[in-house]
């Protein structure tokens, strides 16, 4: 709905008027002219003879293609036709196309329009129409016109029977109301000029004024209706537009009082609206501000320059000067670049008229700027590790990096991240150089390894321009010292002693960031090498698997870990091909390597002894850490085991060179063996299950079993035990009788007179219950186990 009565009213100003009114009479109105809200006494016969019928009123519709709806209906009556008066609560808010109606409805063939009379008004440059200066200062010498626009009211009420005028009232200082305003010369010397019933000759009219004989203050202008009288008792005023005079000279402000070099800085000139003014640095010179290029009405072409030198105000070469035209207002901004060469000190920048007459000045401090250099850690670091070094810089865009220390190839600092290069100069490649953010803080990430230096203490220097240790006079620079320190490795093994189909851990600590180490093994007629991974907190762990361990001969085994060191190369390798360890590069025998497997290898302590020398050697930065560990037999113990009771707990214990943590299968049950009757039960009596190795304090450890003999029968039983990950066995025995065993208790004495009473019964000793059959058939096996045990010792 709001679409369509914009589009409608859109298309009813489309629409081309009738001739401006007044024929025949200023009040007769005729089909298609265009009439105003406010206006008094308008006569519409003629709009009733054109239709068929009396009308009855002007109506406004909705959709005027189809004449459907309405929106506004202002009625006509016979004694209204001829001495309407359109009031605002008849168009109540509806402007544009309204159709005469009749009793049976609208005639499309016959309209008016209604409109609003409008103005508006603005204050603006004389020789600058779109130049407003609604809002600003200007000077008495600065020429303004007041721009009246009315163009429908203009277009209607603009012949020798019609006419419409307006009249621009001006707000003192004061308060007071006035409608003269300026003068018609700069000088205030010509007539004052009056803005009393101006007629809308056109629909856009610029009155011209100086105000060079009115007084300074803020002024406050509105647009008035004069005539008809109808629109001046009625109809709304124009906006209110405000403007300041005062006594204009020239001056120039900075924005700021002190800046660090490589930043920019802006003075701002006032003075005559639109007119051009000279700016220009004191005295300048190649190391002074200069005038950013590609500013709106800030001349620094060869020619403004040069026009500047001829009147000796400023140099032609240095770009610090700029002929510079005010805006409207009177002001224009000049922004000045410095840079880090810009000379530290306090320049002058000078404003002054064309005819040398007035001028300004204004200071500006131009500063060093400062660079900080910060260290992330302790400042500690191992060659290998990586270090943060950050800081900020507002003194240049670049921070250049250099580095001193013992013995470097000059003692005026080399680059930072490559110290075998020569002398830093002032060539900023031999720099290194990291770029300044946007807010004045840099960052380098320096990764140490393969940095060619050796442990010491090093300044690192942050430089805000190209400059050496010999030269930092001319230069803001910060400083820090680091400690680099050889990198190293610690290692130990889980155990001392492992039995076959064990595992056993080497596990340690790699100091300055390798990737890896090396892992050698070294044991008789074995050698084998592998690299482990380092964690980020510098820990290794390597795990010598049970399938390795199960096919290690018994016997002592080298440990040898390997540490690659700052270039992060194994110096010293392993070669499958020619079956030789050597020093990286080399193919030589004796001190640059041995021969591990096959004819003329060497063996078991010697290989160890010839792998640490090549570790040993002068021109090998690798590092390493040497531990040994023993190969067993895997055996497990039980402690003897006295007798037991039904009805008990009790445990069983014993000790293996089993590692940690493996598992025992441990199988109590009765060694009876013979028939039962059909009619008995043939319940199981024993006990099994699995237990960990733990730990032990004598050299060797230990695993303990624990046993509830509530449902164990009166015999003999047999423990075996047997490890789940080896093979390897142990058996024991022992006795489990009736009853619980009876607490001797003090004797009590005799009395001096036995009783008088029958002595009484003694009872015979019982006689020992002689071992059963399945007692015999156990015994014999475990004289079997015992005779395969010694042959296999």
Known sequence: MVVTIALLFAAALLVAPAAARGSPGIND??????????????????????????ITG????????????????????????????????LVNGYYGQYFVSNATGSDASVSIYIRKPTATLDVVLEDDHSSSVDGDSISKTTQIA??????????????????????????????????????????????????????????????????????????????????????????????????????????????????????????????ESQTPYYVYVQSADDKSPTVRAGQPSVNVTDAALAEMASKSLSSYENKSAAIVTTNAAGTRPIEFETTTTTEEKTYTIRVTSTDKAKYDTVKVKVEKGSVTITASGDRTYYIGEEITFSGTNTDSDTVYLFVTGPNLASKDGVKADAPSTKTVTDNATTFKTVAVESDDTWEWKFDTQGYAVDAGTYTYYAVTAAKNRANLADAQYATISVVLRKGFVSSSASSTTVAKGDKLFIRGNAQGNPNDV??????????????????????????????????????????????????AKFNVVKDDKPNRVSILGTTGEGTNGFIYTGDGRLQGSDAAQALIDLLNNQ??????????????????????????????????????????????????????????????????????????????????????????????????YIVKVESIESDTTATATFNVLEGVPVTPTPATPVPTTPPATQPPATTPPATPASPGFGALVAIAGLGAVAFLVLRRD
């Not at 009625?75 to 008066?85: G, K, Q, S």
């Not at 698997?545 to 270039?567: C, R």
């Not at 009765?670 to 099994?688: V, Y």
Request: charged share 20%; hydrophobic share 35%.
């Open 619 to 716: 021109n090998v930065d690798d590092t390493y850490n040497k531990l040994t560990f023993l190969v067993q037999e895997p055996w497990i113990r039980i402690d003897t085991i006295s007798d037991k009771y039904v009805g008990t707990t009790f445990t069983i214990t014993g000790t293996t060179n089993l590692g940690v943590d493996n598992e025992i299968l441990v199988d109590v049950k009765s060694s009876a063996f013979q028939p039962t009757e059909k009619t008995a039960s043939g319940e199981f009596s024993g006990d099994a299950g699995t237990v960990k190795v733990v730990a032990g304090d004598a050299g060797y450890n230990t695993w303990s079993f624990d046993v509830n003999a509530a449902a164990f029968k009166a015999d003999e």
């Open 518 to 567: 090396a892992i050698w093994i070294v044991g008789t007629n074995h050698l084998v090498r592998a690299t482990e991974s380092v964690n980020d907190d510098s820990s290794f762990e390597y795990e010598l698997k049970s399938e390795a361990t199960k096919d290690l001969a018994a016997g002592q085994y080298f440990v040898i870990v390997q540490h690659p060191m700052g270039d």
């Open 146 to 271: 007041f721009k009246t626009e009315a163009p429908m009211v203009a277009t209607y009420y603009n012949n020798a029977a019609i006419s419409a005028n307006v009249t621009i009232e001006f707000t003192t200082p004061g308060g007071a109301k006035i409608t003269t305003f300026g003068n018609t010369k700069s000088d205030g010397t010509g007539d004052a000029v009056s803005f009393k019933d101006i007629r809308l000759t056109a629909g856009q009219l610029f009155n011209a004024t100086y105000p060079a004989d009115t007084e300074a203050g803020t002024y406050t202008a509105q647009v008035k209706w004069a005539y008809p009288s109808a629109f001046a008792d009625y109809a709304a005023k124009s906006n209110t537009v405000s403007f300041t005079i005062d006594t204009r000279t020239v001056s120039i402000v900075s924005n700021k009082d002190n800046v660090i070099r490589g930043n920019n800085f802006v003075a701002t000139i006032t003075g």
């Open 29 to 54: 109105i005729q089909s298609g002219e265009t009439i105003f809200e406010h206006e008094r006494g308008l006569n519409l016969s003629a709009l009733d003879s054109a239709i068929t019928g009396t």
């Open 58 to 89: 002007l109506r406004m519709h909705t959709d005027d293609d189809v004449k459907k709806g309405e929106r506004n209906f202002i009625p006509v009556t016979p004694t209204t036709m001829t001495n309407i008066d359109i009031l605002s609560s």
